[in-house]
Structures are given as C-alpha cells and as structure tokens.
C-alpha cells in the first residue's frame, strides 16, 4: 500500500471526539495514527506469504466500532476477508454504509453483540474499547462471536501517555491493564506491541516540542504555520507498530486467538 493516503471528501458527520474521520487536514495526525494499526492487521488478516488460512481469519471478520467505515473498507479490500462493520450510533452506521458499500454495515450495542456464537472467523477493534463503561462484558462478546482460534485484534490509547480528559473515554488502559482485559475464559495467547512515533515526528519534536500537546493547545485555525503544514503532511508511514517497552507506547495493540478448546 502507498505511504501516504488520498484526500477523501469531509464526511457528513460531525467531529464530536469519538471518531477521527479521512479528508479533515487538521485530523491528518490522528486519522494516520489509526490507519497504520489497520494496515498492520491487514497484513495479519493476509496471511504471512499470502496465504490467510494460516491466520484463521479467511472468512468473515467483524469491525467491532467500526466509526466512520474506513478501516473496515480498508480490510475488506486488501484482505480476502468478508468484512462486517458494527457501531451503535445510528448516523455513523448509515453513512458508511453508504460511502462503502463493499462492507456489510450493522447497528448494535458493543456489549450486546447482535450476532450467534461463533459468527466470525477474526475481529477486530480499533480504538473502541476505552469507549465503554462495562469493557469486560464487550472482551466476552467478542470472543464469543469469534469461532475457535480465530484471532482477535484490539487497539486503545495508553493511559501513561494519552493526554487526560478526554470526554469521550470512560476508561483508558495500561498495558498491565488491558493484558488483564483480555486474560480470560474464551481468549488464548495474548501477545502486545506497542505504537510509536516514526523518526519524522520524532525530528520534529526535537525542534518544536510535543505535537500532540501542541495540537490539542488550540483550535486549528491558530495553530502555527510549522506546525499545521507538518500535521497536514502526515502519513502512516510516520508511526512504527512493534515490540518495545509498551508503557511508553502511544497506543497498545493487543492480539489474542479464541480458545480452540471450545466446541464450535
């Protein structure tokens, strides 16, 4: 895939927080910020040679918090995945069904998961579960509509290194805290990376301090000409997913398989 992505129309919804959304110049860092983790579990959904029954995610994946639609749209089409989208306001699901009409787009509640047992052969959700007040009751549904080892993908901000006050998060995670989320009946083999900033925000940090502080100081229209030609120049390609210390990583992202003991 291109490092840098193209500029889509302003969707018809309103930016409240919740969700960042393609074509808003000023989102650019946090719209980039979320694409990269949908590429990296794109290429997981893909299969390793290109071959995805090894992943155990060939068939049906589910987009738990699938927002604006465009991570969703981006796994259905650079996987061999059918791809369902879920999110509970009734706007935001209507729109992307619209704008993305290769994605099955459904109305639910998260934590009453509208699909059976075993609906899905993968699941992913990105920047969803810090949203929720009962988060243990959304891991257990997610695993229950997950077949046995299919892999699971779930991403949240890291509470050591987000800004606090966010509005729209009921509860943010530690890596300790969200490893021990995921630790229970029904998921296996939870593994976590970390996101960084690439070398690039890193450069321009040394030269203009936090941009993430410097972004939320004041409204896009004052901020200063460095920095909004920096942000609107951002791209995936300007963070890192991998291994390293998780506790000064920018988001966590968790992987985990349903357990194969369970009868199908």
Known sequence: MPDRFPAAAVPDLPLTGERTMPGIWHETYWFA????????????LAGPRGAPEQTGSTGRVLDAGCGEGYGANLLASSTPSAVVGLDYDAA???HARRAYPDVSVVRGNLVTLPFADDSFDGLVSLQTVEHLWDQEAFVAECARVTAPGGMVVMSTPNRLTFPPGNICHARELTAAEFRS????PGLADVALVGLRHGARIEEFERRHGDVVKAQLAASPQAWSPDLAEFVASLGPGDFEVGEGDLDSSLDLIAVARTDTSRTP
């Not at 910020?33 to 997981?44: G, I, K, M, N, S």
């Open 33 to 44: 910020r979320h694409l990269v983790v949908y590429r990296w579990v794109a290429d997981r």
């Open 181 to 184: 989320l995921l630790d229970r």
């Open 92 to 94: 935001t699901a209507q």
